[in-house]
Structures are given as C-alpha cells and as structure tokens.
C-alpha cells in the first residue's frame, strides 16, 4: 500500500488539520471533530448538519459554508459519526429556528443520527432528519436496510442549503430535501476495488477484466461481476436501471452529475457524461444542470456514478443560487 498519510491511527486528524490550514473561512475543532461554518451559528437560520465516515471526501466536510450545510462531522474510515459528536455540532449551528440532519440511508449513520436527535431533544433544539436513499442498484446490502444514499446527498445538501439560507422554517427545509431525495436516483459502477488505510489491501479482489456494476460507495457489491465492457454499454445500463425506476419526460430539467470515486481521470467522466446526455436527449430530455468531479468519492476507488435529479424551475433555481464551500462555488 502506498499512501500519503503519517500513520492510519492519525489519518483523519491530519486531515482535519489540513483542511483547517487550507480554508480559514471554517471551523474545524479537530479534537471533537466538528467542522462548521465561520460566521454561524446565524439567528433566526435553520441549521443544516450531516456527515458520516471519512474517505467521501470532499463530501461531508468539503461542503461547509455559505448556500450549504452549516456543519459536517466525519467519523473514521467509512464509520458513522457518534451522537455526542453530531449533538455538539447541532448546538453549534443551532440558531433559534431548528436543525435539519441529512442522513445517508446506513445503518450506523440512522441509528446515531436518531440517538442524536433524542439528546437534541432533550436540550430543547428542534430537528427534523431528511433520509438519503436514491442508490437503485441494489434494495438492501450489508450496510443497510433499504437503498444506499450516495450521490444524491450533494444536490439535497447544495438545494436545502440554499432555501435554508433564504429564511425557510424548518419543516419547509425538511420537505424540500425529502422532495430533491424523492427526485434523484442514482448507480455506480467500480473498475477497481478502493484500500483502506487501516487494512492496508484492496477490500475485493476484481480480475482486470471485470467490473462490479452497482458498487457502493463503501466497497460493498454491486448487483452483478461483469466483463469490462463500453463507457457506451456502461452507462446504457445504469441508465436504464435509473430511469425504470424515475422516468423522464421532456418536461423535465434534470441536475445530472457524473461522480469520480476517487481514482477515476476527469477525462473518463466527460467521457461517461457524454454519453449520459446522449441517452437522455434520445428520450427527449435536455439536461438542465451538470456537474462532472469528484464529489462523493470511496477513497482510491476507480469508479463512477450518475446521479439524475428530475429538477423543475423552483430545484433549478436554488440550485443556481451562490454557494461558497471548498467543494462547490459558484455564484459569489
């Protein structure tokens, strides 16, 4: 295994302490592990919290700040966040109005976000959670009980952040990320497994002419081993396993983003995109919005994802809003 790191023990505290150096406009308490904003908490604002395991970055912690969340918390190497961890990052956003978690459907993820949402309660903070399930490869897996949330996370987390700061109350904020959630769908395929620190080997073995199409994003199976096969014929089926289950019309505007799982060069995601907005504009559909990178990532998996969001002018204009974190800027 060969990785920029000091020890796998220190990873994410090294990491934290990067972040910190590198973008002064957030907090980051390294010792609790919190990530914030630098000018919150703000009266009278809904706050937005999620997190989950490290290794997705620059999701959660890479989208902190102005028109997103208002706190990330990682946890270890693809491990949950505990809750005394997400109550101290729910007290430091809290400005008065509420606390929206945006959880990824994993286990670990549900059940310390619940827990935390009880100690939320008792401390008189209001919250609502807002689950991320749009994975269709697969309706249950070691991970979890029901869909996976992977690329869907980014578009409720950029379109809540941004109705959030408009001056939403906390139920209008909640309904809004379940109804981006309800609207996306999303499927990965993995050319290669990813290696965690700790483990120090691939997580799976992958003979160099396979794929594992519908992979999550923490190395877990797919559907199906297939042969190595077209970027064409690769996004033809995850495709056609996305749009089975959410159809298109040309009526809609749909946000499609074409994510990099960590080892994957940008010019194969241009590749994959294109041929997303080939197959979209032989259904009638033009694509809205699009976003190509690394955004949700599994380490130094090489992969890939889509994600379709079936957007209307309200999704596409709080997408369009400014947003300023050190994942996604634009507007400002």
Known sequence: ???????????????????????????????????????????????????????????HGGFVGPGMLDAACPGEIFTSPVPDQILAATRAVSGGAGVVYIVKNYTGDVMN?????????????????????????VKDSTWTAGRRGTGATVFVEKIAGARAERGASLREVAELARR???????????????????????????????????????????????KVR?????VAGALDAILSDRPLTPADQPIVMVNGLGATPLIELYVLFG???AVLSGHGVRVARALVGNYITSLDMAGASITVCGADDELIALWDAPVRTPGLRWGV
């Open 1 to 59: 295994m060969k990785k920029f790191l000091n020890t796998p023990e220190t990873l994410l505290v090294d990491a934290l302490r990067g972040l910190a150096a590198a973008h002064p406009e957030l907090r980051v308490d390294v010792d609790r592990r919190i990530i914030t904003r630098a000018d919150g908490p703000r009266r009278g604002k809904v706050g937005l919290v999620s997190g989950g395991g490290s290794g997705h970055e620059p999701l």
């Open 113 to 137: 976000f619940q827990m935390a949402t009880e100690l939320a309660t008792d401390e008189r903070i209001a919250t609502e959670t807002v689950l991320v399930n749009d994975d269709v490869a």
């Open 180 to 226: 981006v959630n309800a609207a996306s769908r999303s499927f990965a395929v993995a050319l290669t497994a990813c290696t965690t620190p700790a483990a120090g080997k691939p997580g799976f073995d992958l003979p160099d002419d396979e794929i594992e199409v519908g992979v999550g994003i923490h190395g877990e199976p797919g559907r199906s081993r297939e």
């Open 230 to 234: 077209s970027a064409k014929q690769i």
């Open 275 to 277: 041929e997303v907005a």
